[in-house]
T-cell receptor, first 111, second 113 residues
Framework: DAKTTQPNSMESNEEEPVHLPCNHS???????IHWYRQLPSQGPEYVIH???SNVNNRMASLAIAEDRKSSTLILHRATLRDAAVYYC????????????FGKGTSLLVTP | DTEVTQTPKHLVMGMTNKKSLKCEQH?????MYWYKQKAKKPPELMFV???????INESVPSRFSPECPNSSLLNLHLHALQPEDSALYLC????????????FGPGTRLLVL
């Protein structure tokens, strides 16, 4: 899987939007962009994924750059429960198997 | 039901003990995974079972022995572990190996003394 680069940590105020960036300059045409998050003392949980178009679901939005070399996970209104490590992972559509977690971004949400 | 359960939640064992970790899912998923996560590090893959057959072993030492008795259960047998094996052991499942979404359990926190 191609490599991703994320900031080590970010901080946000509660009830404000959060934009979590991810760079993946070596992405291939068949790589999907996945986001997982891991809350303290829990296993990772799926957040969202996309290929080329922007995606929305009940948890977040994923904005993908036109050249696909970067993407941004958007939490529209951060809550204290959103404090977690957010992982951006590239996964080839048919490769299956493991998720290759990078270091992720640790998000701190302050009241 | 999108739940993966793991037991026990915590385990303390000596280097001469034999213990087992258990993982269960009732989502009809046919791929199951074991990951290891050291403190402040991302999860790392250990094993993948696909349709109850071991399909990937990421060069894991033989003191870790996985077992998939049926499509809902995944065990990890532990024997003669070292203190550096202390970590959070995560189980995950997906509909099949090619499906994007993996569902993780809460993990078993293992301490080897």
């Amino acid at each position: 899987d191609a490599k991703t680069t994320q900031p080590n940590s970010m901080e946000s105020n509660e009830e404000e939007p959060v934009h979590l960036p991810c760079n993946h300059s070596t992405i291939s045409g068949t790589d999907y962009i996945h986001w997982y998050r891991q809350l303290p003392s829990q296993g990772p949980e799926y957040v969202i994924h996309g290929l080329t178009s922007n995606v929305n679901n009940r948890m977040a939005s994923l904005a993908i750059a036109e050249d696909r070399k970067s993407s941004t996970l958007i939490l529209h209104r951060a809550t204290l429960r959103d404090a977690a490590v957010y992982y951006c992972i590239l996964r080839e559509s048919n490769s299956g198997y493991a998720l290759n977690f990078g270091k992720g971004t640790s998000l701190l949400v302050t009241p | 039901d999108t739940e993966v359960t793991q037991t026990p939640k915590h385990l303390v064992m000596g280097m001469t003990n034999k213990k087992s970790l258990k993982c269960e899912q009732h989502m009809g998923h046919r791929a199951m995974y074991w990951y290891k996560q050291k403190a402040k590090k991302p999860p790392e893959l250990m094993f993948v079972y696909s349709y109850e057959k071991l399909s990937i072993n990421e060069s894991v030492p033989s003191r870790f022995s996985p077992e998939c008795p049926n499509s809902s259960l995944l065990n990890l047998h532990l024997h003669a572990l070292q203190p550096e094996d202390s970590a959070l052991y995560l189980c995950a499942s997906s509909q099949d190996p090619s499906r994007e979404t993996q569902y993780f359990g809460p993990g078993t926190r293992l301490l080897v003394l």
